[in-house]
């Protein structure tokens, strides 16, 4: 198999929006019964003549091996996360559980760059 890069392709993103991370707690809220973490990242784009907003939901959780039904219940308590911020259960929203270290590495990545970004456009007063 052989591999080339492609000619650049210029993207209409508007905006790049990371939300503050929402703990999921297993029992009481108390930092040793923390279950899993939602990210919420938005990405605005065109459509046409039409600003979209494409919303992802991330699930971060603490063990690898949850079963069908636990990871059923993160995506019913990620969407309730939505319903209280009022996003739309549509073609714009997907959720995905983060269930592997190197998503997850690359995940902390992303978020961290943002961060930094934010820091450098971020004007002082």
């Given at each position: 198999?052989?591999l080339?890069?492609?000619n650049a392709?210029?993207v209409s993103?508007?905006i790049i929006?990371?939300?503050?991370a929402?703990?999921?707690?297993k029992?009481e809220?108390n930092?040793?019964?923390?279950y899993a ?8 784009y ?11 939901i991330i ?7 949850l079963s069908?039904?636990a990871?059923n219940?993160?995506?019913k308590?990620a ?10 259960d549509d ?5 995905a559980l ?14 961290n760059?943002?961060k930094?970004?934010?820091g450098l456009?971020?004007?002082?007063d």
């Amino acid at each position: 198999m052989s591999l080339s890069l492609g000619n650049a392709i210029a993207v209409s993103t508007n905006i790049i929006k990371s939300n503050p991370a929402v703990p999921v707690y297993k029992g009481e809220e108390n930092p040793n019964n923390l279950y899993a973490v939602i990210y919420h990242i938005e990405i605005g784009y065109n459509e046409g003549q039409t600003q979209k907003t494409k919303q992802y939901i991330i699930i971060d959780y603490k063990e690898f091996d949850l079963s069908i039904d636990a990871k059923n219940e993160l995506i019913k308590v990620a969407k309730q996360y939505c319903e209280s911020k009022g996003i739309n259960d549509d073609e714009q929203l997907e959720i995905a559980l983060l269930d592997n270290e190197e998503a997850e590495n690359f995940l902390e990545k992303v978020f961290n760059n943002m961060k930094v970004i934010r820091g450098l456009i971020t004007k002082k007063d």
